[in-house]
């Protein structure tokens, strides 16, 4: 499977700083880490 947009994580991370999101958000996005539901910080 090819994906029509490439970019380098830290282009990845650029986008995503511009947008202001947290800093969390790459490994989220990119890597579908998350954390399990209902659990307390």
Do not use: C, N, S, Y
């Not at 994906?3 to 989220?28: M, R």
């Amino acid at each position: 499977m090819t994906f029509p947009i490439q970019k380098t994580p830290a282009q990845w991370q650029a986008v995503l700083q511009d947008k202001g999101a947290e800093p969390v958000a790459l490994q989220v996005t990119r890597h579908a880490a998350t954390e399990r539901p209902f659990t307390p910080r």
